[in-house]
């Protein structure tokens, strides 16, 4: 079988690095693995690539904003059916732009597409024209793959018909918690909106004084860098604040962390959280849409606060702070929660998936 997994580019990112399992999983199956993006060919490969998978790089990334956009948008949508067409026997999508883009270069073919949506569409900021091409092509997918339950039920019942849960793997990693002093509070992800992390320094800032030996570390990159750093400047916290960029391996964070905190207005399915939980680390996370909840078992694999609560969460950091008994509680719980999310059965789902659009 010849399948094709189409995503944006290959950076530092959660679908990026479940389209490297899927990929080298597929191999494992004696299939052909092409993988289709739009970055360019000298762009950095975050996760490794089996050197077995074909990588076809159209370098057409996003690029503008208005007219100039949507022209970007439909030579990427050409430049993806002159490159799918007729040669695979299933197509793999992720992400709701790139998965519209898909469904558009694949039509009036017999190749059946997958769809993946890998985030929380009620609260990711498109266009109406996105959202309404979404609702017309989503029923015309072979399959549609939501990482959790509540994602599921946000479909309409035509959508809901096609879809699948499959939640992320949490794969071992070669990282052991910080032990080193000070204790140091640890936050992962890109640097937007979507991520909160304005809500966690003012968290944080309202901590600060009472617990004056931790620091906290914000990985990622982003477009909020500069209002960040500008809001930690006014807090006058510059000194017990960083962030750092991104880390040079994946998971390498891990050894920075006392403690981890998700501050996340919105999820898909916090792949971070999964991935400080096998580590051993007590979690503390906003009980956002989607996928802490479907991680976390309340006080037993981490502590949940209400979504966007500056005090509660302020709170709940304070709570394991000052308790080391708490955070190695939680931290071995947490190692037997993300059991359930094992690498091996997640992508024993998605071959499955794959091999029913291909029947």
Not at 146 to 172: D, S
């Amino acid at each position: 079988m010849k399948v094709a997994f189409v995503l944006a580019g290959l950076s530092a990112g959660g679908a990026e690095r479940v389209i490297s399992k899927l990929a080298a999983g597929s191999l494992a199956r004696g299939w052909e693995v092409t993988i289709v993006t739009f970055d360019r060919p000298g762009d950095p490969i975050f996760h490794p690539i089996d050197p077995r998978v074909s990588l076809i790089r159209l370098a057409l990334p996003t690029k503008g904003r208005g007219l100039s956009a949507w022209i970007a948008a439909v030579r990427r949508c050409w430049a993806l059916r002159r490159t799918l067409q007729g040669r695979f026997d299933v197509v793999i999508s992720f992400l709701t732009k790139v998965n519209v883009l898909t469904l558009l270069a694949t039509r009036g073919g017999k190749m059946p597409v997958i769809v993946s949506e890998r985030n929380n569409p009620d609260r990711q900021p498109a266009h109406p024209l996105w959202r309404f091409a979404l609702r017309y092509l989503y029923p015309r997918a072979a399959s549609i793959v939501m990482l959790t339950h509540k994602g599921r039920e946000r479909l309409r019942p035509v959508e809901r018909k096609r879809a699948v849960v499959i939640p992320n793997p949490v794969c071992p990693l070669p990282y052991g918690p910080r032990h080193d002093w000070p204790p140091q509070l640890v936050a992962v992800g890109r640097l937007n909106e979507q991520k909160g992390f304005d809500l966690l320094i003012a968290a944080f800032a309202s901590l600060a004084e009472r617990f004056p030996d931790w620091n906290l570390v914000i990985f990622g990159e982003g477009p909020d860098r500069s209002a960040l750093e500008a809001q930690v400047a006014s807090l006058g916290l510059t000194r017990r604040i960083g962030l750092p960029g991104c880390t040079a391996h994946h998971g390498e964070w891990i050894e920075s962390a006392t403690l981890f905190v998700l501050s996340s207005r919105y999820e898909g399915f916090a792949n971070v959280v999964g991935e400080a939980m096998q580590a051993g680390l007590a979690v503390v996370a906003y009980d956002c849409d989607f996928g802490p909840s479907d991680l976390i078992e309340p006080n037993v694999s981490g502590l949940l606060v209400p979504p966007e609560n500056v005090n509660e969460l302020s709170n709940a950091l304070a709570q394991l702070m000052s308790s080391p008994a708490d955070r190695e509680r939680l931290g071995s719980g947490a190692v037997e929660r993300v059991k359930m999310f094992r690498e091996s059965a997640v992508l024993s789902r998605w071959m499955q998936v794959i091999e029913n659009a291909h029947a």
